[in-house]
C-alpha cells in the first residue's frame, strides 16, 4: 500500500471514530466465552471434537466474528484462550451497543428449530385448565403451568408464550412436539425488521434446500401450528394456512428490538458444532 492510500485509510479511520463519538461513549469491552460439546453426541462425534478441538475452534472463532459483525459490532477481535475458551475484545458504543452487547451474549448460539404443536393443542389445554381449576379455585399461574406440564403428552413439551390478543399480550400454552422439522442450518440469511404495526420481527431467508424441506413441511401440515423455538423458547406458533414457497420465512413475538438484532445475527453467523457460554473469566489450568 502506498503512502497515499495510507493516508487516505487513517483519514477515514478518523473520520469513522469522531462520527462513532457523537453517538455515545465509546468503550472496548472483553468477554470470555466458554466452547462446550453440545447434549445429545454419542460418544463417536464427542471423540472427533476432541481429537480435533483446534480446527473447532477456529470454526468458533470465525463464527463468533461473523455474527458480532452481523449484529454491527464490526470492531471485534477473537483470540484462542488457554482451554475451551476465547477472548472476544469489541468496541460497544454508548447505551444502545451496551443493549445490543447484552442481548448478543444471551443469544450466541442462535439454535433455531421448527416443530409441530399438537393438532389437538386447544382442546388439550382447555380441558386439562376445567380439570385444574375445578381441583384447585384459588390456584395461581404458577400452579397452572405446573398441573399442564404434568399432563404433557408422550414426545411433546410444555411451552408457554406471550401473545397479541386485543391489543394487549396474553400468555398461551402449546404442547410443542420434540420432533424437529427443520433448524436454523437452513437459514442463508437473517434481518431484524419491523411489521405493518411497527412490531420488531426477524426476516429469513433460506437456502435451496431449505426452501424445499420447508416447502414439503409447510404442504404436509396445512391447518396445523407451526412452532418457531429459538434457544429452547418459543417465540410464535402461527398456523400453516398453505404451502409456504419461495423460500423466505418470517418470526414474529413477543420480541425487543434489540433482541431481533441480536437473535438474527446468531441465525446469520454461520453453524457451528460447539454451544457457547459467556463467563467472567477464563479459570487457570491446573
Keep these: 500500500m502506498g503512502r497515499t492510500s495510507k493516508k487516505w485509510l487513517l483519514t477515514l479511520l478518523g473520520l469513522a471514530v469522531i462520527a462513532f463519538a457523537g453517538c455515545g461513549r465509546i468503550t472496548q469491552k472483553t468477554v470470555y466465552i466458554r466452547l462446550d460439546k453440545p447434549d445429545g453426541l454419542d460418544q463417536q462425534q464427542k471423540a472427533e471434537i476432541d481429537r480435533n478441538f483446534g480446527r473447532y475452534r ?4 470465525k463464527t463468533l466474528r461473523n455474527r458480532f459483525g452481523a449484529a454491527g ?46 393438532e389437538n393443542n386447544d382442546w388439550l389445554v382447555n380441558t386439562y385448565l376445567i380439570e385444574f381449576r375445578a381441583k384447585n379455585p384459588i390456584g395461581d399461574k404458577a400452579d397452572e403451568q405446573k398441573f399442564l406440564k404434568a399432563k404433557t403428552p408422550p414426545g411433546y413439551e410444555f411451552m408457554t408464550v406471550y401473545e397479541m390478543d386485543a391489543d394487549s399480550p396474553k400468555l ?33 431467508r433460506l437456502n435451496s434446500n431449505g426452501a424445499l424441506d420447508f416447502a414439503k413441511v ?44 441480536a437473535i438474527a445475527a446468531a441465525l446469520t453467523g454461520g453453524s457451528c458444532p460447539l454451544d457457547f457460554t459467556a463467563v467472567d473469566y477464563v479459570p487457570p489450568v491446573d
Excluded at 477456529?58 to 472463532?61: F, L, R, S
Excluded at 424437529?180 to 429469513?204: C, F, H, R, T, Y
Design 58 to 61: 477456529d470454526a468458533a472463532a
Design 73 to 118: 459490532m464490526y470492531f471485534t477481535r477473537v483470540s484462542p484462550r488457554i482451554g475451551n475458551h476465547l477472548e472476544v475484545k469489541t468496541v460497544v458504543i454508548g447505551e444502545k451497543g451496551e443493549r445490543r452487547l447484552e442481548n448478543l451474549l444471551k443469544h450466541l448460539n442462535g439454535r433455531l428449530e421448527f416443530r409441530l404443536v399438537h
Design 172 to 204: 398461551r400454552y402449546y404442547y410443542v412436539s420434540q420432533r424437529v422439522e427443520m433448524d436454523g442450518s437452513s437459514v442463508s440469511m437473517a434481518s431484524a425488521g419491523k411489521d405493518q404495526w411497527g412490531n420488531p420481527k426477524i426476516n429469513l
Design 218 to 261: 409447510t404442504r404436509r401440515n396445512a391447518g396445523r401450528q407451526l412452532a418457531v423455538v429459538i434457544n429452547g423458547r418459543l417465540y410464535c406458533a402461527p398456523t400453516i394456512m398453505a404451502e409456504i414457497t419461495g423460500g423466505s420465512a418470517e418470526i414474529t413475538g413477543n420480541f425487543s428490538e434489540e433482541e431481533t438484532e
